[in-house]
């Protein structure tokens, strides 16, 4: 009895049509062809109709469509493509991997409850695909080639694939057809024994990993998740605002993506390519992770809006790499009310929204170092008892004490000496103390301040200050130190 080594359930998804859709993913109709040295080995729909076949010239092409858009053959923009959608396919199964140049193989037997059959999961895959501007063959099958070679040959049995559509030596297969062996039944009535002697190991051993007999072990992505995609223009765009549609696109594929991994980003990079290949790219941060969509959009648009001095741009590509788990409120008895946080807080979800919304806005219109956020120090003078710390600081100074006493919001840089009228200080009119002392004998070590602060109203005016006489002077000095209203 033959020993079988497979246990699972592939499916294979063949793009043979990569070569072109990586420059056609928006829909046109123009006639685009790719070519390698002249020869053109990749069409889209509308040359196809206008006569242009693989494996003509240029010049011939161009007989044919006068409206001709050509590329030359891209082998790493199409690696790229594959790796982006094979990680697009991790939302299906862990067990992805990428066979070059064009396909990509998952083994679902493990997914199959969780989308409901192989069915769904097919359909899942073939709409997603057509949604991002790929078309896609699909072979499902028990190894690994048996679902590539389903998928490149789109036959309903393995059996009847043709030895043409089989990954084996192309002088092999020109022999085995004088014989009279067109398929992979006609193979598998031939003796092994008399195949290695004819053409070698490596046919049977391909035979044996398709069918299941040899073990056939694969690579698999990366668990780490990536995120890159890249659209490329047929003819190059001059008016910046056109960009906005193509970065909706890619933004949609990227809430696509976090939404399926249940992620969140705090940056993002949109890179253009534009005249003479040059790049510039925008890194655009958000002040926590999110996975909204419509604040991607604002912050490109806003981005968009300050780009100046590029023209003729060719190409536009979306890449994240900086993951967070998608944080999530757990609806539990005390969900809404004042014991939801361990510290009492309550979580206004909308509030906070609105809030990460406006720093968005301002860090993408006028940089990271444009505001500020303050916090409280140890310190009880009142000149170093706060500081200035960046606002996308995660760890920094903090609430060592709770101030017990009025504090002003606005503090001079300098305290300011007032002027005396019989003993009692004034400022724009007799200032009238309303609350105080608060004795202030700190800083020994560094500098020692020794003050009595009063919280007083201007007679005339009757704004709030706070003010303190120095107990150093000899003389009693009054002086300005925060103002409150």
């Not at 085995?176 to 031939?190: A, E, T």
Request: glycine letters at 4%; charged letters at 25%; one cysteine or more.
């Amino acid at each position: 009895m033959t020993r079988t080594y497979y246990n699972g359930l592939w499916i294979c998804l063949h793009f043979q049509k990569l070569p072109i859709e990586i420059f056609t993913r928006e829909k046109t109709a123009k006639p685009v062809v790719v070519t390698v040295k002249q020869r053109i080995v990749s069409i889209n729909h509308s040359a196809s109709v206008l006569g242009i076949c693989v494996g003509n010239n240029l010049d011939t092409a161009h007989m044919l469509a006068d409206n001709l858009v050509c590329f030359e053959k891209n082998e790493d923009k199409e690696l790229s493509a594959l790796k982006h959608l094979a990680q697009w396919a991790y939302q299906f199964t862990p067990k992805v991997s990428i066979k070059t140049p064009n396909s990509i193989q998952l083994e679902v037997r493990s997914s199959l409850k969780l989308f409901f059959g192989i069915k769904n999961i097919e359909s899942k895959l073939r709409t997603g695909l057509k949604k991002m501007g790929f078309s896609v063959q699909v072979g499902i099958h028990k190894t690994p080639l048996a679902a590539l070679a389903m998928a490149k040959s789109s036959r309903s049995a393995l059996k009847n694939i043709p030895v043409d559509e089989l990954d084996i030596e192309l002088q092999v297969i020109e022999g085995l057809k004088k014989v009279g062996v067109f398929s992979l039944k006609d193979i598998l009535d031939l003796p092994k024994t008399g195949l290695t002697r004819r053409y070698g190991s490596s046919i049977v051993d391909y035979l044996e990993r398709l069918l299941g007999e040899k073990p056939d072990p694969q690579i698999f992505i990366n668990e780490q998740p990536n995120f890159s995609s890249e659209i490329n223009f047929l003819s190059e765009i001059t008016n910046i605002k056109s960009l906005l549609f193509p970065i909706r696109r890619l933004l949609n594929e990227l809430h696509g993506f976090l939404t399926s991994r249940q992620l969140a980003v705090n940056n993002f990079i949109l890179k253009l390519t534009y005249h003479k290949n040059r790049i510039q790219s925008f890194n655009i941060h958000l002040t926590e992770p999110t996975n909204d969509v419509s604040t991607f959009l604002l912050l490109s648009e806003i981005q968009i809006e300050k780009i100046r001095g590029i023209r003729e741009i060719n190409s536009l590509k979306l890449t994240a790499h900086n993951f967070f788990p998608m944080p999530s409120l757990p609806g539990d008895l005390f969900h809404g009310t004042q014991f939801q946080q361990k510290d009492g807080r309550m979580t206004n979800t909308v509030e906070q929204e609105d809030r990460n919304r406006l720093f968005n806005m301002m860090n993408t219109r006028l940089g990271p170092h444009a505001y500020f956020q303050l916090s409280q120090e140890n310190d009880h003078r009142p000149e170093k008892a706060w500081s200035i710390i960046p606002k996308d600081t995660k760890s920094g100074p903090q609430n060592h004490f709770t101030a017990i006493n009025n504090r002003p919001m606005f503090l001079l840089n300098k305290p300011r000496k007032l002027k005396l009228r019989k003993n009692q200080p004034y400022l724009n009119g007799k200032l009238i103390l309303l609350g105080g002392p608060e004795r202030i004998d700190y800083g020994w070590w560094d500098y020692n301040i020794n003050r009595d602060y009063y919280v007083a109203r201007d007679d005339h005016t009757n704004s709030i200050y706070w003010i303190f006489h120095d107990q150093d002077h000899k003389d009693l000095q009054w002086f300005l130190h925060g103002i409150f209203a």
